[in-house]
């Protein structure tokens, strides 16, 4: 008995001793295969269609950011986008003068900013872009992009980097697909915005930033939790029905600022967004209306989730609905 015993031991000490050797084998394998590119290991924030887990792409098109008001028009932009793509202008001071100026934003807003031959190649969300590479656009997408970025409060996207989600945004000239205005790729740990200088800069920007900050907020376990009870009864997402828009019937009552924002809860925040930002006030910012309660939901969640946000200031975004 005490032989058979023994045979059982070292039968099973064998299996083990193959299992082992079996998995050190892979794990070798496995670690060459990374360091030669066999298996892709993840890599944060690269500018390029990469994704890291619960992360996002929200592409918008040219009807879902622009601002329309009771007293303007829809504005025509990008009726040609081939207008710039073949234009290669090129002025040594001009360019100096657009390095300057990324590095100026890049340091006094704590963001990444790459235009040029730097986003030659990008991609993201299965669209494809086409580079600037006109020093003049550049240099007038650079200008906008600083003036936008100064009509947020100083130190929100430091503290938005500092809080792990870091931006680079992606000057571009336009998208392979005819009618997208910006995108936004984003993670719990990095965010690109792109956006395409042949359509109106501020508006692109304000609701592409808007899904960056949301991003953030959800990061720190912000919530909308009653936004859906802000909508008609028997609403569904992504059911469009033109009479219930701002942009379609001019009405205050509405409770959608646009078509674009029927699609997602998330689209209809950020296309709010676009109007609390925009130059002049439309009627259904006006206080006690439908979308008027879901802009002050949208800056009283923003005001307690950011330090650089006081509630005994009235930011850019809260001017029409706190006056």
Not at 66 to 71: C, G, K, L, Q, Y
Not at 120 to 133: F, H, L, Q
Not at 186 to 208: L, P
Not at 265 to 275: G, H, L
Request: hydrophobic share 35%.
């Amino acid at each position: 008995m005490q032989n058979v015993a023994k045979g059982k031991v070292a039968n099973t000490a064998k299996v083990l001793m193959i299992i082992s050797i079996t998995l050190l084998v892979y794990g070798i394998i496995l670690n060459i295969s990374t360091i030669f590119g066999l298996v892709e290991s993840p890599q944060r924030g690269k500018i390029k269609d990469e994704t890291t887990p619960k992360s996002t792409v929200s592409i918008t098109p040219s009807n879902g950011n622009e601002v329309v008001s009771d007293n303007s028009s829809t504005i025509d932009v990008g009726s040609d986008l081939n207008s710039n793509s073949q234009v290669t202008t090129n002025d040594n001071a001009i360019d100096k003068e657009n390095l300057k100026l990324r590095n100026e934003i890049e340091k006094e807003f704590s963001i990444k900013v790459k235009y040029g031959k730097e986003t030659e190649g990008y991609a993201v969300g299965g669209v494809t872009t086409v580079a600037i590479n006109d020093s003049n656009l550049a240099n007038k997408a650079l200008n906008d992009l600083y003036n936008t970025l100064s009509l947020y409060p100083k130190g929100m996207f430091k503290e938005m980097k500092d809080g792990g989600i870091p931006l680079t945004i992606i000057l571009v000239n336009r998208y392979s697909e005819n009618g997208i205005t910006g995108v936004t790729d984003s993670s719990y740990e990095y965010a690109n915005i792109s956006i395409a200088a042949v359509y109106d800069f501020a508006e692109s920007f304000y609701h592409e930033s808007y899904h960056y900050i949301e991003r953030y907020m959800f990061k720190k376990k912000a919530n909308f939790n009653s936004w859906d009870s802000l909508n008609p009864k028997d609403f569904v997402w992504n059911t469009i029905d033109g009479s219930l828009s701002y942009s379609n019937t001019f009405k205050e009552d509405a409770y959608f600022v646009n078509n674009y924002a029927q699609t997602s809860a998330e689209e209809d925040r950020a296309s709010t967004f676009e109007y609390m930002m925009a130059n002049t006030k439309a009627s259904c910012l006006n206080r006690n209306n439908n979308i008027w309660y879901k802009a002050t939901y949208m800056a009283l969640t923003i005001e307690s989730v950011f330090d650089t946000v006081s509630p005994d200031s009235i930011e850019y975004w809260e001017r029409f609905i706190k006056d």
